[in-house]
């Protein structure tokens, strides 16, 4: 099912056509991760593995953490009707923090998330108690440790009393084989693995303590996601789908996956496309930002402002000034930047339509036949 990597030449043939799957170089390392999901983003085993898989500065392969998986009914291979029951599988708890986990770069321990080290990760690192030698020991023997970061200080929207680090998998790096035990004293869920497989997920769904479960399949090896009803509710993800403003902001924080399983089916393949065009205009317009700020890069301040002023429309410029600040002015960088405007300034419908034109004018009203 997985398929085997110890390059990153291994994996670039198969994303070459997929602008929205970042190749991000970093000090020491390089991270492919994905800016947005569109329809056929993950159509192929390699593309599927470019959810924060990391490379040395020579190619190869150091951190897999887990693969791109799906909701349950997100996707037709994952509705419920069409999934083996009777296969043996195991329920985590899925944890509502940071997905964390450990990489050696240049010879030394750091902690990453999806995108690497991240402020997160070092937050990681210096709240919780972990075993470095224990860790080390794993990664030399040719393993990824995926823990989960709970913290009184890193909610989400679950409270947890204690920072920790929770296990979640191991996974071979070169294989992307997972282990099943690596998180047996933390992970799988007890309290609710009673009766049918239809009573299980019903006692999942209403539980008040849980962001929900992964289920494990032990022969087919496929991950399915499954969130709580209390959980959804906290995110008021049903109410978000109704105004445009909150699925711009589900958008821009790569949470419209999550949100699109529990609406109806036509509402949930509109926002896609939706979202899909939002998507691509952000690509669009990194890319030409980029271009913009590498032709006037030797240009001093006052030069620099003056060409924007110029050839920029006015509600825009901003984004060149703060882009040209960046450390690397990568269409990634820019489209993080975007992002990070758009969730700061999305707070009322005029605002939401003058940026309209912006995105390309994307159908957000479902169509009446």
Request: hydrophobic residues 40%; charged residues 30%; proline residues 5%.
């Amino acid at each position: 099912m997985f398929p085997v990597i110890k390059h990153i030449d291994d994996v670039l043939p198969h994303i070459a056509d997929k602008p929205e799957i970042a190749r991000i170089e970093k000090d020491g390392y390089t991270v492919l991760d994905y800016i947005y999901a569109g329809v056929s983003t993950f159509d192929n085993p390699y593309a599927r593995e470019c959810r924060g898989i990391k490379f040395d500065s020579n190619g190869y392969l150091i951190a897999r953490p887990f693969h791109k998986f799906f909701n349950l009914n997100e996707k037709e291979e994952t509705m419920f009707e069409n999934q083996d029951w009777t296969e043996p599988f195991t329920l985590f708890n899925k944890w509502d923090g940071s997905m964390i986990h450990p990489a050696l770069v240049n010879g030394e321990l750091v902690f990453m998330t999806r995108k690497g080290v991240t402020d997160v990760a070092l937050q990681a690192m210096r709240e919780c108690e972990y075993d470095a030698d224990d860790m080390i020991s794993l990664i030399k023997a040719g393993y990824t440790p995926i823990y989960e970061f709970i913290s009184p200080n890193n909610k989400i929207v679950i409270h947890y009393d204690e920072a920790r680090l929770v296990p979640l998998n191991l996974r071979h790096r070169e294989t992307g084989e997972y282990s099943s035990g690596f998180s047996e004293t933390d992970g799988p869920i007890g309290d609710h693995c009673n009766g049918s497989i239809e009573e299980i997920l019903a006692s999942i769904k209403s539980s008040p303590t849980l962001e929900g479960t992964v289920i494990q399949f032990h022969k087919s090896k496929r991950f399915i996601k499954f969130k709580a009803d209390d959980y959804c509710a906290l995110h008021r993800v049903i109410d978000e789908t109704a105004a445009e403003k909150r699925v711009l902001a589900l958008v821009m924080d790569d949470k419209l996956d999550d949100v699109i399983p529990l609406i109806a089916p036509e509402r949930g393949v509109h926002l896609k496309k939706y979202a899909d065009v939002v998507n691509m205009a952000l690509v669009h317009k990194a890319e030409d930002m980029r271009h913009f700020l590498t032709t006037r890069r030797p240009l001093e301040q006052k030069d620099f402002a003056m060409s924007v002023q110029k050839h920029i429309p006015k509600m825009e410029q901003a984004f060149y000034f703060k882009a040209r600040n960046l450390e690397n002015s990568n269409v990634t960088s820019i489209i993080s930047l975007l992002k990070e405007f758009f969730k700061k300034t999305l707070t009322t419908q005029i605002k939401v339509d003058a940026w309209r034109k912006f995105l390309g004018d994307p159908e957000f009203a479902m169509p009446v036949d």
